[in-house]
């Protein structure tokens, strides 16, 4: 998955510094701004730019952490304007949801994310900490379930809409889309 663009438009150097630091290994972070860049804009101000994430001086890291991963997913989606064959489905992450002949469900951002990451990387097995790192923008030092819970819901969905037929496997070293 290639880098993300980023500018931070903050007038609290600190405050700037502090995102800078937390988020330049993920995501390219841009010095300038210029209506040309293709990036999301992270402001504490009040501005009129689409892609842009509002922040308060009380934000927890967190939060913007969450923020910018839904605004990201969404643009994803929203920039892809084919469907994506996998196997017998078809994830459409413009219209967030999955079908299955005539079936079909509806999808979390997070779990489009989810198999948008999987398809991109279906050549190679994915383990909790490239899921962790990669589409939660967590620590791989992190113990959660967040994953195997994620994965679990949305082998169920998948179920449902295909009888059983399985599209995420388990492997001894993580998970691989089939």
Not at 31 to 54: G, Q, R
Not at 99 to 116: D, H, M, R, S, V
Not at 130 to 149: A, C, F, G, P, Q
């Amino acid at each position: 998955m290639s880098k993300y663009n980023i500018f931070l438009d903050i007038n609290d150097n600190i405050t700037k510094e502090i995102l800078c630091e937390f988020l330049k290994d993920k995501y390219n972070i841009l010095k300038n701004y210029t209506p040309d860049n293709n990036c999301l804009i992270i402001s504490n101000k009040i501005t009129e730019i689409k892609n842009s994430i509002i922040i308060s001086e009380t934000i927890r890291l967190g939060d913007i952490l969450d923020k910018i991963e839904q605004k990201i997913a969404a643009n994803m989606a929203e920039n892809l304007l084919a469907d994506i064959e996998i196997n017998s489905f078809v994830l459409s992450a413009k219209m967030k949801e999955l079908k299955f002949i005539n079936n079909k469900i509806q999808l979390t951002e997070k779990e489009i994310a989810i198999l948008l990451y999987f398809y991109e990387k279906r050549e190679v097995c994915i383990t909790k900490e490239m899921l962790l790192k990669d589409v939660w923008n967590y620590n791989s030092n992190v113990d959660t379930r967040t994953i195997e819970t994620h994965i679990y819901r949305l082998r169920q969905k998948i179920a449902d809409i295909s009888g059983g037929k399985e599209l995420i496997i388990t492997l001894d070293d993580g998970y691989k889309l089939i």
